[in-house]
């Protein structure tokens, strides 16, 4: 296995274009899932309930004779969690809390000022009207990521959240319905895929659109959600789970191995890259991955992502391996050093930053608080993690007083006239005292 991982030296001539191409990751873009996806959202928004039902059917095996099944009551929802084991239910409960306390800090508030002249400037908050949320349903069950998609919405204001979550030949997930309950989920529907997505984002007779569609879903989810991008909002495209870590060579070997197995369990096409400057140290998390492999049930998988796209980078220094990390700009990014708060400073690009040798990346997937839904494959340069904000608009406010309509009523008709936009200086014109 060792022999498998890929090892990079910051110090070699080529480390810079070695490194982007570790780090190159184009996911197929498959025409014919393209083109069936686009069928899918036209039959959708000619048909409807019918539509959704009739793939619903052949792609789940539900046997629904009516577009009135898809629809969980809120009493089922309470019932599931109403009969989770009382550790499950204490646990879900902890989390959900947590996400909502970090939740309250992230709402942004109205502000406005007035000038000297009495023209008054403002941004108005406004939370959604209505948001969707897609859950992945059958062998993946992700309680957690209701609770972090849900609650944001619920503490932004959004007036109604619609779940969606496919059951395979009928069968429910209990801990993602009681998930739906203890978040505040408004409705629920048993629906997945393109079609579920497709019915989001246009409605039909039963499920009503809505302004945004958040969550995360496999290829035709993925494509969906690109297609009907415009007609609402979306949370992101997101790519193979990455885990980044740099340490100083003081932290249990084991612990590292396993933070890296962490997202390495995920998919064959999950990143987990350890940066170090101690090249000892390195060897030694590499002796602790062969030998706690065997142990891990999702071992194949580990061994086909740290083979394919992992990587035991030796660096210079610290500060360096901050340098690389804002290059890689990581999903998650563990500081497994001393001094994390003074490593931070040097972070520009991350999704979230785990500070300390005790906070495990897991954490942050389950109960922290701060949202585990993160921008990958590079795009924290630019992008955040998902948060209250974005389940809430922003309106600016003017308003002019008679004598600040007449002050910038003659700026405005400079600049208008100079664009030979006559109806829009006259009509500032007209208010010039």
Known sequence: MTQMITRLNSADADFQTQLQQLLAFEESSDHEVHQRVQDIIANVREKGDQAVLDYTNQFDQCGFESATDFELSAAQLKAAWDNLPKEQAA????????????????????????????????????????????????????PSSVLMNAIPAKVAGVRELIMVVPTPQGVTNELVLAAAHIAGVDRVFT?????????????????????????????????????????????????????????????????????????????????????????????????????????????????????????????????????????????????????????????????????????????????????????TSGTARFSSPLGVYDFQKRSSLIFCSAEGADTLGKTASVLARGESLTAHARSAEYRLK
């Open 91 to 142: 646990a879900l409960e902890t989390a959900a809390n947590r996400v909502r306390a970090y939740a309250e800090h992230q709402k942004m508030q109205s502000w406005e000022y007035t000038e000297a002249d009495g023209t008054m400037l403002g941004q108005k908050i406004t939370p959604l009207d209505r948001a969707g949320l897609y859950v992945p349903g059958g062998k993946a069950a992700y």
């Open 191 to 375: 629906i997945g895929g393109a079609q579920a997505v497709a019915a989001l984002a246009y409605g039909t007779e039963s499920i009503p659109a809505v302004e945004k569609i958040v969550g995360p879903g496999n290829i035709y989810v993925a494509t969906a959600k690109k297609l009907v991008f415009g007609q609402v909002g979306i949370d992101m495209i997101a790519g193979p789970s990455e885990i980044l870590i740099i340490c100083d060579g003081k932290t249990d070997p084991d612990w590292i191995a396993m933070d890296l197995f962490s997202q390495a369990e995920h998919d064959e096409d999950a990143q987990a890259i350890l940066l170090s400057d101690d090249a000892d140290y390195l060897d030694t998390v590499a002796q602790s991955i062969e030998k706690l492999l065997p142990e891990m049930e999702r071992a194949e998988i580990i061994k086909a992502s740290l083979s394919g796209r992992g990587a035991l980078i030796k660096v210079d220094s610290l500060e360096q391996a901050a340098e690389v990390a804002n290059t890689i700009a990581p999903e998650h990014l563990e500081l497994s050093v001393e001094d994390p708060e003074a490593l931070c400073k040097h972070i520009r690009n991350a999704g979230a930053i785990f500070m300390g040798r005790y906070t495990a990346e897991a954490l942050g997937d389950y109960c922290a608080g701060p949202n585990h839904v993160l921008p």
